[in-house]
Structure formats: C-alpha cells, structure tokens
T-cell receptor, first 115, second 109 residues
C-alpha cells in the first residue's frame, strides 16, 4: 500500500522560532499533497493544497506568509511554520494522492507545541 | 454551500452492530470516503463508494445512495479497538475532499 511519512513526529519550539515539517511519499509519486491542521477534539481543517512545481493554494483564513509550503518534487513537500506562537500548537497532518486515484494517503502527523 | 452532516458521538456495545450515517450536499460528486481516526493519530482509509449500493469489507460495510445524498458505515462484531472517530468525506466536482466533522464512536464492554 501507499505509504506517507512525516518528520518530525513531534516537536517543541520556542515562540518566535520557525519549524519545518517534511512530508514524503515513500513508494509512489504524489501529484498533489495536502496539509491539514487538527486541534484537539476537532475535525481536520485543510490548510493548503500543493502540486509539484507550483505554488500552493491556501484555504481562506490561512496565512501563506506564515505557513510556507514547498512541493519541490513528486515525493516531498515541506511546511514551515514561521515565527511560531503558542496558538499554532496543533497536530499537523499531510496527505498525498497519486495520479490514478483520489484517495488521500495520510502521513502519521506531527504534533507541534510552541512554548 | 457545501455541507456534510454526521452525528457527533455514538455509543455501542462490544460485539454489537452500529451504523454511522452521513448526509451530504456538495457541488458535484466524485465519490465518498470513510476514514477511521484513533485519538492522536492520522486518519486511515476504510472505504470508497462512487456507485450506489453496499460495499463490504470484512466487518465493515459502506453504503451509498447518490440520489439521497446519503451514506452509512456499518460496523459489525464491534471490538474495543473500534473506538475511534469515523470521518465521512466527499470528493466534489473539483476533486477536492470535503470533510465531515467526524463521529466519535465509544465502545462499551
């Protein structure tokens, strides 16, 4: 089956610093990758959609200058949370789709805590 | 607007059967997904329906009626490990996944 990895699985950082989260498709080429955020006891919130080699499309209310997304290859996308604040603490999950089917394969998620 | 409705929480007994309903109103339809999400973990794929009818996969079955904008996930022979949130998601005409808020299923011994 299709496998998506995320790194790191959890990170603690100080307020004002930046954090980069990597999302990799291990055994397939991901034409599209998605970044989600999930607060405790809430559903997934789509932050942005990225296609390899093009700029990400951000959902309404998501600051593109704060959440930088780079989809440099068909197997790697990165999300950088810039100048993180405690309210950015959340569970960040990426997913990816391949060319043939629109099922999203999810990474294991990254738990970010900003102190 | 686009909308997906599913119950917030359900409780069932170990060994029993439970049905989780999902109704949707979206701009176009290219399939409906059910995902399972355990607390603190990412969602995992359960099923995909694009044609009307019942799809059975072991203890889990998923049903779709496109004319009614309705789906359900049926879980049989419930086990304690089935305690999780179950997310309904619809692929709209732009092939974007529209997510429901999820149904938290609590299994009691």
């Amino acid at each position: 089956g299709a496998v998506v990895s995320q790194h790191p699985s959890w990170v603690i950082c100080k307020s004002g610093t930046s954090v980069k989260i990597e999302c990799r498709s291990l055994d397939f080429q991901a034409t599209t990758m998605f970044w989600y955020r999930q607060f405790p006891k809430q559903s997934l919130m789509l932050m942005a959609t990225s296609n390899e080699g093009s700029k990400a499309t951000y959902e309404q209310g998501v600051e593109k200058d704060k959440f930088l997304i780079n989809h440099a290859s068909l197997t790697l996308s990165t999300l950088t949370v810039t100048s993180a604040h405690p309210e950015d603490s959340s569970f960040y999950i990426c997913s990816a789709t391949d060319r043939d089917f629109y099922e999203q394969y999810f990474g294991p998620g990254t738990r970010l805590t900003v102190t | 607007g686009q909308n997906i409705d599913q119950p917030t929480e359900m409780t069932a007994t170990e060994g029993a059967i439970v049905q989780i309903n999902c109704t949707y109103q979206t701009s176009g339809f290219n399939g409906l997904f059910w995902y399972q999400q355990h607390a603190g973990e990412a969602p995992t794929f359960l099923s995909y329906n694009v044609l009307d009818g019942l799809e059975e996969k072991g203890r889990f079955s998923s049903f779709l009626s496109r004319s009614k904008g309705y789906s359900y996930l049926l879980l049989k022979e419930l086990q304690m490990k089935d305690s999780a949130s179950y997310l309904c998601a619809v692929l709209d005409s732009n092939y974007q996944l529209i997510w429901g808020a999820g149904t938290k299923l609590i299994i009691k011994p």
